[in-house]
């Protein structure tokens, strides 16, 4: 049978096809896309890929990302944050999220991930050990458990408030609500509740 596509964009197309989100024909599109492009997009983007693993590590205390060389992120280093207000959040890229709100100055503690027994992750393979080591180390006064409003964010918050146990530190979750803008039609059972339970008084 006669090849359609020659094996190494094939090759590429297969590549792409391994990224969350994307499916065949937009890994069809992005390997087209550097077929035809000879502005020096694709020797940027192979040079930044082979370069990625290299110029990045892991805050050893809040285990956020920082670049390669540097033991402690900026994040935790800085001043001005306070250490005794510490965000937990599953993944790095969680803290981009609170950060674009310019409304949060403490600092934050990544977990790595989710409880989830379905996917073989226990507690013992997140950063929660490190994370109550931190409340004694630095005499944090305040947890805010920014997890997701999902069965794996609620568990992972629930076992972390009982690991925390009898010591004397707030613990407070995110609030959850409506986005502006959705009818209440619109809204699940889990969001409206949230928004029930969290209502203020006006």
Known sequence: MAQVLPPSLTALIEAFGVLPGVGPRTAERYAYFMLKNTSGAPQLLASKLLALHAGIAYCKKTFALTESGKELSDLYTDPSRDKQIVAVVAEPFDIVALENTAQYKGTYHVLG??????????????????????????????????????????????????????????????????????????????????????????
């Open 113 to 202: 991930g989710l409880v989830s027994p379905i996917d073989g992750i226990s507690p013992e393979q997140l950063h929660i050990k490190e994370l109550i080591q931190r409340i004694d180390d630095d005499k944090v006064t305040e947890i805010i458990l920014a997890t997701n409003a999902s069965v794996e964010g609620e568990s992972t918050a629930l076992y972390i408030q009982q690991q925390i146990g009898d010591r004397d530190v707030k613990i407070s979750r995110l609030a959850r609500g409506l986005p502006v803008g959705v009818d209440l039609e619109y809204a699940d059972q889990i969001t409206l509740g949230r928004a029930l339970e969290g209502r203020t008084q006006l």
